[in-house]
């Protein structure tokens, strides 16, 4: 193909040719035709789609090993100056939570007797993956996650991903070695949630921004801004009781939970590998040690 | 060189540009984690397409723009197809329109491209939006606009150390349709 040489009387005319056009509006309704597919048959571009991520993902963790360096430099001279304070606000804490801790001893014991009163069945104990995440930001409009772990590690779709802080999301996609996980504030995340104290149920619904939305509670719920939010394990999808965030902010029917788990600045995600129940309701991973 | 070696060497060349668009849309999904900026990364597909489509449309043809709407849209979560049907769109603004462009100052190039980029996210947030058949709020697709033009002077420089050297290698007696006005450096 000759392309004509520009001139300036040609100026912002339009310079194609009539088979440009005819290839161009082609592939155009060719992309269109893949958006109409896509949206009927979901499956298999998912299936593609884990093909590739799995395939580009050891690339992206080599990749993604220099921005971290970059990014914890930067986090590690911003610390430098906050080290003082940082110390004696841990002491602070520390003396609080060994305070905590002589309860949570106390109570776990107390818990273990009535359980034992009440043959009660124990939820056993999850396997746990801790993978690499290796990108973010799925696309303007999607809040998601890779990580460097997949089949092979014993990841699967509809499993819980965790930080130590709280719920990031769930498992949405499979490759081998590579999985992707939408995050909680996504546009399409819908997590069945439980208050912690209260118990009153509702829906926490991703709207993209930081802060999720609460709806499907019951009419005349109370709320509080700081009540605790957890997974309330209906569904069968998630554990129960997984930590997600706190109300951080009530306007009429708007309810806002902010996230426990920093969203923005992921590194490293705790994957919970959950089986369906086998005890009711209760149920949990069969019995099994912590994978790395 | 013989002639196979030579033909190979002139393949790899004429592929570059298209390589280079594919690592780019790579990096675009790359964590970015100090905060503050938030998960959004700038649009480095939209960028590649727009340098090459204006100074070497013969290897971006459109054939080739499909491809690269279509690895964004894999390597992404979104719906499939969008990005693609997006690029494709804005390619051919950019290609019908390249001659205004050519032999512009950088500062005329980077302007043209804001307003490229502006239609870009325009058709993509209608894509989106009639895709889920709901309002979304266009706030992250603006921050990407702000984020894609502010790297796109440092990209343009990148991409048009690539063009020299692409234009180096094509040697005298192997015939290439070129485009011998090339950009000028920001």
């Known amino acids: ?151 092979r ?37 819908r997590i069945p949630v439980v208050f912690e104290e209260s118990r009153e149920r509702a829906i926490l619904a991703g709207d993209n921004t930081a802060a999720p939305k609460l709806s499907f509670l019951r009419h005349g719920a109370r709320v509080n801004t700081g009540d605790r939010i957890v997974t309330s394990g209906h569904g069968g999808v998630l554990p129960a009781g997984l930590p997600i965030g706190i109300v951080s902010n009530v306007a009429g029917e708007e309810i806002h939970v902010r996230p426990f788990a920093a969203l923005d600045r992921l590194e490293f995600v705790r994957v919970i590998a959950h089986r369906e129940a086998t005890v009711g309701s209760l149920g949990g991973a069969p019995p099994g040690g912590m994978k790395r | 060189m013989n002639g196979l070696l030579r033909r190979l060497d002139g393949l790899a060349t004429d592929l570059a540009p298209f390589i ?72 051919g603004v950019i290609l019908f329109q390249r001659v205004f462009f050519r032999g512009k100052t950088f500062l005329i190039v980077w302007w043209a491209f804001g307003l490229v980029a502006a239609f870009a996210s325009l058709v993509f947030w209608l894509a989106v939006m009639a895709w889920h058949l709901r309002y979304v709020d266009p706030a992250p697709l603006a921050f990407q606009f702000a984020l894609t033009l502010a790297v796109f002077p440092f990209l343009y420089w990148v991409l048009s150390l690539i063009q020299r050297a692409i234009a180096r290698r094509a040697q005298p007696g192997f015939p290439r349709v070129g485009d011998a006005s090339g950009p000028r450096g920001p």
Do not use: C
Not at chain 1, 166 to 172: E, F, P, S
Not at chain 2, 55 to 78: C, E, T
């Open chain 2, 20 to 91: 280079v668009s594919l690592v780019l849309i790579m990096f675009s999904t790359m964590p970015v984690n100090v905060s503050s900026i938030g998960p959004v990364a700038p649009n480095l597909g939209l960028i590649a397409v727009f340098y090459w489509t204006i100074y070497r449309p013969d290897l971006m043809p459109a054939i080739a723009v499909l491809p690269l709407g279509l690895w964004q849209d894999l390597m992404n979560a979104g719906p499939i197809g969008l990005n693609a049907l997006t690029l494709l769109i804005v390619y």
């Open chain 1, 153 to 189: 590690d014993g990841v699967a779709k509809g499993q819980a991903a965790m930080t130590g802080d709280g719920l990031v999301g769930r498992v949405v996609s499979v490759g081998g070695r590579s999985a992707r996980v939408l995050l909680i504030t996504d546009l399409n995340s």
């Open chain 1, 1 to 151: 193909m000759k392309y004509r040489p520009a001139s300036i009387i040609r100026l912002a005319v339009p310079s194609g040719t009539l088979s440009q056009r005819i290839v161009l509006t082609t592939l155009i309704l060719a992309a269109f035709g893949i958006v109409v597919l896509g949206k009927a048959e979901t499956v298999l571009f998912e299936r593609l789609r884990a093909g590739v991520v799995d395939f580009v993902a050891p690339v992206m963790n080599v990749m993604a090993r220099p921005a971290a360096t970059v990014a914890d430099a930067i986090e590690g001279i911003n610390e430098l100056g906050r080290l003082r304070e940082e110390n004696a606000k841990l002491r602070a804490q520390n003396e609080r939570l060994l305070h905590w801790q002589a309860a949570g001893l106390k109570l776990s014991g107390e818990n273990d007797r009535l359980r034992a009163l009440l043959r009660f069945a124990p939820e056993a104990e999850a396997d746990i993956v801790t993978a690499r995440v290796v990108g973010d930001s799925g696309g303007v409009f999607v809040r998601s996650i890779v990580v460097v772990a997949g089949a």
